[in-house]
């Protein structure tokens, strides 16, 4: 079965920097959307970024544009979330998800979700 296994999650500084990985098997890792999510205590899963298959090209949410990138390794079925210019609001428990279906923001396109890591920024 599918399995996504999240990690690099932490807790930073306001300003700093993290990057996250999600090792992905199970499945035909080219052939899948793969897409970050976040949540926030009290509040509601949020799109954060995807990456189609071939890595050609990528959505993100307007809260983490030029500060987040998401990119993908197909030799080692990994994607990761660069994180750049953390704040406080982007405090959250973050996810990895693939999706079969074209790159969405919708998080009821992603049938498959990993654990989560806890990412905590201080100010």
């Known amino acids: 079965q599918v399995q996504l296994v999240e990690s690099g999650g932490g807790l930073v500084q306001a300003g700093d920097s993290l990057r996250l990985s999600c090792a992905a098997s199970?499945?035909?890792?080219?052939?899948?959307?793969m897409g970050w999510f976040r949540q926030a205590p009290g509040k509601q899963r949020a799109f954060v970024a995807a990456i189609i298959g071939n890595g050609g090209n990528t959505l993100y949410a307007d809260s983490v544009k030029d500060r987040f990138t998401i990119s993908r390794d197909s030799d080692k079925n990994t994607v990761y979330l660069q994180m750049n210019s953390l704040q406080p609001d982007d405090t959250a428990v973050y996810y990895c998800?693939?999706?079969?279906?074209?790159?969405?923001?919708?998080?009821?396109?992603?049938?498959?979700w990993g654990q989560g890591t806890q990412v905590t920024v201080s100010s």
């Open positions: 199970g499945l035909t890792f080219m052939r899948y959307t």
């Open positions: 998800a693939a999706s079969r279906t074209t790159m969405s923001m919708s998080r009821y396109e992603y049938a498959n």
